[in-house]
């Protein structure tokens, strides 16, 4: 079936295995140089990703702020942003036409800031709301941003930022590490990050395979599920967020991966009916007794997760519909609500 948004716990319990729970990532300002008495860089300042999908433009003016109170005051060189650690196009070919220019199918980047949206303000019915558009060539917005950010903090640039691979020999000079794996992950299954996911997928596909792109993040995801013995009957992967409609999972493969690796995901998920994506789900029998991810796109209903029984403690479950006339949401929530009384 499409799983839809479900399918991040694939990507999730992955990524878990192949980085670890404490996992960071880490991006730099660094230069051919430390920052000499005089305050003058003589070279180019390196902004250097690893594909961190937590970064926001406030952290990078705290990086700033670091180099200013280090006694940086020029740069006679560029801003040159580092994109290299991932590769892979911007956005999903997978994905229909009908997802392009919405926040929550953000480009992928090595470089990825403010989760690769822009906000803009639009007049929606005649009323002027604050929306999200995904940015256009990340990289390049990015050095332009940083450069704004230099000249405004009294550090300017002499020449125009640039995108390019950091020579090896650099020196860092200000490292930002990211909240661990489990907290990036956690966040991205309460609200459905899709951002989150497409980054962990090349991130683990460049750990497990060498190849940091979605081709690589897919085999790392079957090579791990292969390893555990999780049935995967059918299986096909398109990206990491389950965005693309063309995803193909069996519900025994989400149910035996949440069985096996309960340890590790069962507090990440929101619980039923109280926080995150399952906020308004109205669970009854089971309220309170439900983790799960749960799973939309049109024609297609999701959910799976824990849940703690009555008689036989906790189960874990995957309920896919798709294509229902019905309403798939109440009969799954009823199901679940069943289940707990088992």
């Given at each position: 079936?499409a799983p839809?948004s479900?399918?991040k716990?694939?990507?999730a319990?992955?990524a878990?295995d192949?980085?670890?729970?404490a996992?960071?990532?880490?991006?730099?300002?660094?230069?051919?140089?430390?920052?000499p008495?005089?305050?003058?860089l003589?070279g180019?300042?390196?902004?250097?990703?690893?594909?961190?999908p937590?970064l926001q433009?406030?952290d990078l003016?705290?990086?700033?702020?670091?180099?200013r109170?280090?006694g940086l005051?020029r740069?006679a060189g560029?801003v040159?942003?580092?994109?290299?650690?991932?590769?892979?196009?911007?956005l999903?070919?997978h994905?229909?036409?009908?997802?392009?220019g919405?926040d929550?199918?953000?480009?992928t980047s090595?470089?990825?800031?403010?989760?690769?949206?822009i906000?803009?303000?639009?007049a929606?019915?005649g009323?002027e709301?604050?929306v999200?558009?995904p940015?256009?060539?990340?990289p390049?917005?990015?050095?332009?941003r940083?450069?704004?950010?230099l000249?405004?903090s009294?550090v300017p640039?002499?020449?125009?930022?640039?995108v390019g691979?950091a020579?090896?020999?650099?020196v860092v000079?200000?490292?930002?590490?990211s909240?661990p794996l489990q907290?990036?992950e956690?966040?991205?299954?309460?609200?459905s990050?899709?951002?989150?996911?497409e980054?962990?997928l090349?991130?683990?596909?460049?750990?497990a395979t060498g190849?940091?792109n979605?081709?690589?993040?897919i085999a790392a995801?079957q090579q791990?599920?292969?390893?555990?013995?999780?049935p995967e009957?059918?299986?096909?992967?398109?990206?990491?967020s389950?965005?693309s409609p063309?995803n193909?999972?069996a519900?025994?493969?989400?149910?035996?991966?949440?069985?096996d690796d309960?340890?590790?995901?069962?507090?990440?998920?929101p619980r039923g009916g109280?926080e995150?994506?399952?906020?308004?789900?109205p669970?009854?029998?089971?309220?309170g007794r439900?983790r799960a991810k749960?799973g939309?796109?049109?024609d297609?209903s999701?959910?799976a997760?824990?849940?703690?029984?009555?008689?036989?403690g906790r189960v874990a479950?995957a309920?896919?519909?798709d294509?229902?006339?019905?309403?798939?949401?109440?009969?799954i929530?009823?199901?679940?609500d069943?289940?707990?009384?088992?």
């Amino acid at each position: 079936m499409a799983p839809a948004s479900v399918q991040k716990l694939v990507v999730a319990a992955t990524a878990l295995d192949a980085l670890g729970p404490a996992y960071r990532y880490h991006t730099v300002f660094a230069a051919g140089e430390a920052i000499p008495q005089n305050g003058e860089l003589g070279g180019d300042l390196w902004l250097i990703g690893s594909g961190d999908p937590s970064l926001q433009s406030a952290d990078l003016r705290n990086g700033i702020g670091m180099l200013r109170r280090l006694g940086l005051h020029r740069i006679a060189g560029s801003v040159i942003v580092d994109d290299t650690t991932l590769s892979g196009p911007a956005l999903n070919p997978h994905w229909t036409t009908d997802d392009n220019g919405q926040d929550y199918a953000a480009p992928t980047s090595a470089i990825s800031l403010d989760g690769d949206t822009i906000e803009s303000h639009q007049a929606i019915a005649g009323v002027e709301q604050r929306v999200w558009i995904p940015m256009q060539d990340v990289p390049r917005y990015v050095g332009q941003r940083v450069n704004g950010m230099l000249r405004q903090s009294g550090v300017p640039a002499e020449k125009p930022p640039e995108v390019g691979a950091a020579p090896l020999e650099s020196v860092v000079l200000w490292d930002h590490r990211s909240a661990p794996l489990q907290a990036l992950e956690s966040h991205m299954l309460y609200v459905s990050d899709n951002h989150y996911a497409e980054q962990l997928l090349r991130t683990v596909g460049e750990e497990a395979t060498g190849a940091a792109n979605d081709a690589g993040g897919i085999a790392a995801e079957q090579q791990f599920l292969a390893r555990r013995g999780i049935p995967e009957p059918a299986l096909r992967l398109y990206d990491g967020s389950g965005l693309s409609p063309q995803n193909r999972v069996a519900a025994i493969t989400l149910a035996r991966l949440l069985y096996d690796d309960q340890p590790s995901l069962y507090m990440l998920l929101p619980r039923g009916g109280r926080e995150g994506t399952l906020e308004d789900y109205p669970f009854t029998t089971a309220l309170g007794r439900v983790r799960a991810k749960s799973g939309h796109l049109s024609d297609v209903s999701a959910l799976a997760g824990y849940v703690t029984t009555t008689g036989h403690g906790r189960v874990a479950f995957a309920f896919l519909v798709d294509g229902s006339p019905g309403d798939p949401d109440t009969a799954i929530v009823r199901a679940v609500d069943r289940l707990a009384t088992f």
